[in-house]
């Protein structure tokens, strides 16, 4: 009996340490501790990096497998090196949906597809193009990985720090989040909602967005919530991104923006100079291109 209580009893507190990613029990305990693996089966591979995603040596090690494990998988060709510490099990030019969908997987906090990038997936981009040279923007709370830069993909990623934008109410709240299934047997990519990744987008005027490109995009945007609005705009820290976003609202009043109350949110104070050049808007007191100021 002593000896049936101690072994369950090891068992419980080592199924509270296992990694989410961990394979089978068996070969992950010695005398109830997690132990690293001597060597990768096939079924640890394909449960540990499946075909299509990439992994870093860091986080390989992290769910129980040895560096010696891991080298041999290497030297044998299980495993294929990308770059310097990131493998995958075969060597190819990825996609960006294998490149997010390994970030996300491996990522201790939300990364998302947003802005631009969102809108497109969403269908709402229609001006923008995706060819062979795709530019895929992510936004996160800490910083880039080093690794992003050093794996062959058919895009280029570009970062934002949510620091300046969201709040922490924002930022992890998955009401504020679409999901794009791109592989039956994959992880699904999230990304921003459609009102979140326009107020994401905002924030590159106007040097990776133009003014034009902005209210070009607001006029496919018919039906937005005005619910999520009101809490991300409550949640947003950047004043520029609200008066852009009332302003360019505004010159296309649709309903959901009646529904919007400008009273409610925090616009700062005093004159923004974010059009170099252009007109003072007098409601929102930014300067906009002199072409789109007045009404529409």
């Given at each position: ?266 616009l700062g104070k005093g004159k923004r100079v974010i059009a170099k050049s252009g007109k003072l808007d007098n409601t929102y007191l930014i300067t906009v291109p002199e072409h789109l100021h007045g009404p529409k």
């Amino acid at each position: 009996r002593r000896k049936y209580k101690v072994m369950r009893t090891s068992c419980l507190c080592a199924s509270l340490y296992l990694p989410v990613s961990s394979v089978f029990f068996a070969d992950y305990f010695n005398n109830g501790k997690p132990m690293a693996f001597q060597g990768l089966k096939p079924q640890h591979i394909d449960r540990l990096l499946p075909h299509g995603l990439v992994a870093t040596r860091q986080w390989v090690l992290e769910q129980g497998v040895s560096r010696h494990a891991l080298d041999n998988a290497v030297k044998s060709h299980r495993l294929h090196k990308l770059a310097v510490g990131v493998y995958a099990r075969a060597e190819s030019r990825l996609s960006w949906q294998a490149v997010v969908c390994s970030l996300q997987r491996m990522a201790d906090r939300s990364v998302l597809v947003g802005g631009v990038s969102a809108l497109q997936v969403l269908g709402l981009g229609q001006y923008l193009s995706f060819g062979d040279t795709q530019k895929l923007h992510l936004y996160a709370e800490g910083k880039v990985p080093g690794w992003l830069g050093r794996v062959a993909a058919k895009a280029s990623f570009q970062w934002h720090s949510t620091r300046m934008l969201w709040g922490a109410e924002v930022l992890e709240n998955k009401t504020y989040q679409k999901h794009l299934q791109w592989r039956d047997d994959l992880p699904e990519i999230a990304l921003s909602c459609s009102e979140k990744a326009y107020l994401e987008m905002l924030a590159d005027i106007p040097d990776g967005i133009s003014f034009d490109h902005a209210d070009e995009l607001m006029q496919g945007l018919t039906s937005l919530s005005p619910s999520k609005l009101d809490a991300l705009l409550r949640g947003c820290k950047s004043i520029k991104v609200k008066r852009l976003f009332f302003w360019l609202a505004s010159r296309h009043n649709y309903p959901w923006f009646r529904k919007l109350n400008r009273d409610d949110y925090d616009l700062g104070k005093g004159k923004r100079v974010i059009a170099k050049s252009g007109k003072l808007d007098n409601t929102y007191l930014i300067t906009v291109p002199e072409h789109l100021h007045g009404p529409k």
